[in-house]
């Protein structure tokens, strides 16, 4: 029996609601501000929200709390990561958020179709489309139920994310739709993207902004007194000290906090707490050093297997870190465990991994392992990513790259080719740019430069540095000519028909005769570079050369040529077994 929409309003927001439970102090501001715009949104007045401030800041908690508070009035609520130290895919935030909807809920319409095939979203012809397609499915479950989405650490999100969220942003005035999206100020510099895409959004959206600030005296001693139940002089002496050192950030506070307690310095005294001399306390002058100091009281199995689930990443698949360390059941409870006593873990919302709860905690484990040691694990973990039947290969290429090895050339062109099946263009153009350089670092031991320069060369708008894409496909024919590899010379020889046809603003013609040569390749060099173009495993023949001769129909629509178009679908449709 399916869910009802009401039944499901709470899932996705009961970890948040219960990590919020532990009280939020001097945040009234805030909280008024994210209430208001979530009452608005249940009227009908969506927005978007940006909260910002530095690490440690409370950004999380704050979002947390919004998520229960719109769990309880109703909302559907979504989230999706960015993830430091990790490559993430072309839309990456998004597609996570989108496969935590709820599929098969009563009155709740079906996810699209793009989610788990990517083979659908090149179906929808350009950018524009995808994003039309997905902010009317979203507004499609608004109309149902009203919906909470949010994006956790914007700073770290793909080029592809962010122009989502821009198109999103200007829809949402008569949705109920909240987007709220957190990133760390102290990240940003005038080269960074979002950077230069703040102004904008807040110009084109009327987005709402809202700055964490440090906590001030007062809130750092509601922040002590909500958890230790501490006074007179040893109160004002705790004060002082957790003011002094952590500057009003609460992340830093609570650290140093749990430090002295555990060290004993903070002492439970029947149902109050007293505090001993901290002039004896050897204090650290880097948060990380106070976490680092937490992490070794863990053991040194527990510790060595955090360590390895902070190379695999801020989220960590439970069988992932099983595989990858060879751990027994046993040892890996324990570990969880004991990280989550530690507050180091929590349990990720799918039930089948685990988090980090900060970020920082995961830099200190991940910079506390040797690079040399680093490597092998992040080769470990790449090989065994490799081997799942559905790899992501952003992932898998940025374990063999920190790793060092030669393989993440060939996995950082397949990421390219998936995001530009997807109109990813900025994050395939970064892949294969990234790839060219370390291919270059390998001297050339991928064997894969020539299909790197083609792919980039076939990329972005067909005007634009028209004579360094030239310079690149000569580059990659001469490559293919030395290693008479003839799929990789019917790629060079359609790319430059596309690329000089759009210069010259000529007919299809060449468009045309470079199909027709590819066609006459074998059938495996021709599914290759099928593979290769549109993501095309295994279909029937015939069907292969139904894209390519799209794009030429296409191209003759947008320069007059209306006649051959139509006589061209009139053909597609004949000799297509898909179509006809």
Known sequence: MPQSADEHSTIDAVGSVDRAGN????????????????????????????????????????????AGAAAARGC????????????????????????RYPAGVERLPEPPAFVEDARSATAAGSSEALFF????????????????LILEDLHWADQGSRDFLRFLARQLADRRILVAATYRSDELHRRHPLYTLLPVLVRESGVERLDVQRLDSDGSRALIASRYAIGGDDAARLERYIQDHAEGNPLFALELLRSLAEG?????????????????????????????????????????????AAIIGQEVPLDLWQQVTGASDDALVKAIERGQASHILEEAASGTAIRFQ?????????????????????????????????????????????????RA????????????????????????ETALGLDEQQGGASGLRGWLLAGLAGLGEMFARFDERRRMLDEARDIAVRANDATLLGLVEWYRAFIETHFDGSTAEALGSARDRIQRLPSGERARLYGFLYGIVGTPIGVDSVDMTCEIIVFQGQSGQYREALAAIERVYAESPILS
């Open 76 to 99: 559907l609520v979504l989230w999706g990561h960015a993830y430091d130290l990790s490559v993430t895919p072309a839309y990456g935030p998004w597609v996570e958020l989108l496969r």
């Open 264 to 308: 004993g310095v903070l002492r439970l005294s029947g149902d109050t707490w007293s505090l001993g001399d901290t002039d004896r306390v050897r204090l650290p002058t880097l948060l990380l050093q106070v976490i680092e100091t937490r992490l070794d009281r863990l053991g040194d199995e527990t510790l060595s297997l955090l360590r390895v």
């Open 409 to 432: 050339v060939s996995w950082l062109l397949e990421a390219a080719r998936r995001a530009r099946m997807v109109y990813a263009t900025t994050t395939a153009t970064d892949r294969l």
């Open 358 to 406: 900060h970020a920082l905690i995961r830099e200190a484990l991940y910079e506390s392992v040797i690079s040399l040691r680093r490597r092998v694990w992040h080769r470990k973990v790449a090989e065994t990513l490799a081997a799942l039947p559905a790899p992501v290969p952003d992932i898998v290429a940025h374990h063999f790259q920190q790793a060092g090895d030669v």
């Open 23 to 66: 009280g939020i102090v001097g945040r009234e501001r805030e909280r008024g501000i994210l209430r208001a715009q979530l009452r608005s949104a249940l009227d009908g007045v969506g927005c978007l929200v940006l909260v910002s401030g530095e690490a440690g800041i409370g950004k999380t908690t704050l979002i947390d709390d919004l």
């Open 133 to 148: 397609a997905a902010a009317a499915f979203f507004d499609d479950v608004a109309r149902v139920q009203p919906l909470l």
